[in-house]
Every structure is written in C-alpha cells, then in structure tokens.
C-alpha cells in the first residue's frame, strides 16, 4: 500500500513539474511576441522617443527570456499555444500596422499589450505549485512590466 501511495505522490510531483514548465513556456511566448510586435514598431515608428521606447521594451524582453530559459525543466516537450498568448498577437499585429501614425493609438496599442502581458505574470503567479526561487524571478519581471505601464502612460501625457 505504501508503494501505490508513493507511485501516486510521484505522478502528481511530475504533472506540477509539467504545469510550471507550460506555465514558463506561456510566458516566453508573450515576451517573443513582445519582442517581435516592438521590433517590428521600431523600424516603422517615425517618432524618436517612441522608437527608443519600443526598442527598450523589446530587450527587456529579451532579458526576462534569457533569465526564464534557465528555469525551464522539460526542453523537449511540445509547446502550447493559449488564449492569452493569441488574444496578444492578435492585439499586437493587427492594431500596430494601422496605428502606427499617430502617437496616441501607438501608446494605446502598446498599454492594451502591456497590459495582457502583465495579466499573463499575475495568472502565472497564481500558482500555488510554482517554487519560490521560480516565483521570485516572475514576481521581479511582473514589477518591470509594471513599471513599463506606467511609462507607456507618462508618454501618452
């Protein structure tokens, strides 16, 4: 009976290592997408600070992938695309192609982005099953998107 237990107990450590490991994936999914909607704003964006801003957000992204590489568990497991991840896309890409002319509905685009991306930290924190040296590194990268918010709504002023 012990043996069953223990072969039921380690099952469930192996799914919750799966679930983080989803759980991280999804969140280098939004930062390549975050990555890649800003790049493609900088070559096309004609203002300067804008095209500074975009360039910044997007290597700070590239800097939260670098940094959740290193917690992933499972590299040889098929990723999953979710919802959040294509409501992002679809927020990013099919906006950003029109709106690129006028500051305001940039700063727009870029704010709804932020803040799905943002989401995305805070449901993956959700997570009681997520370790805390993992949490931590989600909790700090959840208070610079934060803070990257709030300075896509200082140069909307």
Sequence with gaps: MNTAYESINSSA???DKIKVHHIIKDLISVNNDRIEGYNAA???IKD???KEFCN???IQSEQFNIALKELILYPTLPDEVTLVETLYRACIYV????LLND???ILLAC???ENMALNSYKKALKENIIKEQIRSKLELQKVLLTNSLHEIKLLKV
């Design 95 to 98: 906006k950003s192609p029109s």
């Design 42 to 44: 900088v070559y096309q």
């Design 13 to 15: 450590i192996s799914f």
């Design 111 to 113: 704010k709804v982005g």
């Design 56 to 58: 910044k957000l997007s």
């Design 103 to 105: 500051r305001e509905r």
């Design 48 to 50: 300067r600070d804008l």
